[in-house]
Nanobody, 124 residues
Framework: QAQLVESGGGLVQAGGSLRLSCAASGRTFSTAAMGWFRQAPGKEREIVAAMGLSGRITYYADSVRGRFTISRDNAKNTVYLQMNGLKPEGTAVYYC?????????????????WGQGTQVTVSS
């Protein structure tokens, strides 16, 4: 059983930056692809970025490509999401998730473990 704990959310002005962290416990992290999702009020949860186990392969949603960067430190069991150039439409609860496999997947249903979420609010 894995536990994921996100941190780093907050209030930021448009154009600003935040770095989210997700600390994982348990052995799942060492075998899992990891993803970041977000969910805005009244909207479905959507993928933001994902990274395979090796860290060599990444995926980004079109809406964040070029502004967000996902990374992982397997020695620290931690995955990060560096968010630059934040926009008001990026306001959402951001979730870290661990897949049941090592290959990148982009749908929430393919992720077995979830953090509690961290709020990101971008003011205009």
């Amino acid at each position: 059983q894995a536990q994921l704990v996100e941190s780093g959310g907050g209030l930021v002005q448009a154009g600003g930056s935040l770095r989210l962290s997700c600390a994982a416990s348990g052995r799942t992290f060492s075998t899992a692809a990891m993803g970041w999702f977000r969910q805005a009020p009244g909207k479905e949860r959507e993928i933001v970025a994902a990274m395979g186990l090796s860290g060599r392969i990444t995926y980004y949603a079109d809406s964040v490509r070029g502004r967000f960067t996902i990374s992982r430190d397997n020695a620290k069991n931690t995955v990060y999401l560096q968010m630059n150039g934040l926009k008001p439409e990026g306001t959402a609860v951001y979730y870290c998730a661990a897949s049941s496999g090592s290959v990148i997947v982009t749908t929430p249903q393919r992720y077995a473990y979830w953090g509690q979420g961290t709020q990101v609010t971008v003011s205009s």
